[in-house]
């Protein structure tokens, strides 16, 4: 059986970077907290609890000790409560995230009602719309940015997950609300780009692994689109979980892994297909 690893499986550059830092940050000291899970791996949360890294929900019990900002940030109130409380903080939140954030603020102060293509429930999302100080619309689709009212000057920015398809819609609809309008292209591509690797990989294998949280929306959507294509994928949170029945018959096994799984993850499900495959062949 060949074994295929995709190429981008595996944490994007503001996952590692956000990881790193929180176990630079354990490895620090004491006291030290994050705000909300640092990524969607209960794997990676796990670690860091093992490590002394708890999460918290949110700053009303915290007076003193390190705080850890996730990859995908915090409401702009959080973080104005962290410094109000002189907590040390290590803002892990991905660059992209914060041009995203910046941009909205900057909209604001300058007169534009600010218009962000993504889903409200999501905490990046929301930690994005607390930058503005003026009015600020969520909206999901193009449908639903056709029911905003007529502005004067629209600002616009995605959640860095979205299609290019969807900020496109949302953006023809604001040209028909709006007499002037700024856009910004906020979308960061390490999702988009591993599940066209994905669709590719699905269509060349006979089955296919997808390792990751399931509590991670990329990962899922990850394991969707190569389901659709593949009915024989799996979606896995860690090597355990493999089950050699799914291998029989299988001449090729593709494997990939959402943006939020560490590499450790990925190396233990590789090396335990490869058990399975070596016992398969006695
Ligand atoms: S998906 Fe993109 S925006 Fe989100 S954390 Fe990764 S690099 Fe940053």
């Not at 970077?17 to 994050?34: I, L, N, P, S, V």
Request: charged share 25%.
């Amino acid at each position: 059986m060949e074994i295929i690893l995709a190429k981008q499986a595996g944490f994007c550059f503001g996952v590692k970077r956000a990881t790193q830092m929180a176990f630079e940050a354990a490895e620090k000291g004491d006291r030290t907290y994050t705000l909300g899970p640092i990524i969607h791996s209960p794997q990676v949360v796990q670690k860091l609890e093992e490590m002394g890294v708890g999460v918290i929900n949110n700053l009303d019990e915290q007076e003193t000790g390190t705080i850890i900002i996730r990859s995908h940030g915090v409401a702009a109130e959080e973080v104005d409560e962290a410094v109000r409380k002189a907590l040390d903080i290590v803002d892990a939140t991905c660059p992209f995230v914060k041009k995203a954030q910046e941009h909205v603020q900057s909209l604001s102060h300058a007169g534009y009602d600010v218009v962000v293509v993504g889903d409200a429930d999501h905490p990046e999302v929301q930690g994005i719309v607390s930058y503005a100080t003026g009015r600020v619309f969520v909206v999901g689709s193009g449908e639903e940015a056709a029911r905003l009212p007529r502005m004067a000057k629209i600002g616009v920015v995605a959640q860095t997950t979205q299609s290019f398809e969807n900020l496109k819609n949302v953006v023809i609809e604001c040209l028909v609300k709006g007499g002037e309008i700024r856009v910004f292209h906020t979308i960061c591509d390490a999702t988009a780009v591993r599940q066209e690797e994905a669709k590719l990989l699905a269509q060349q294998v006979d089955c296919m692994i997808v390792i990751g949280g399931y509590n991670s929306a990329n990962t899922k959507r990850l394991a969707e689109v190569c389901a659709e294509l593949l009915p024989r994928t799996h979606h896995i949170e860690t090597a355990q979980q493999l089950v050699p029945a799914w291998f029989d018959k299988v001449e090729k096994v593709g494997v990939t892994a959402g943006a939020s799984t560490p590499k450790w993850l990925i190396d233990e499900v590789m090396e335990r297909i490869e058990d399975i495959n070596r016992d398969k062949k006695h």
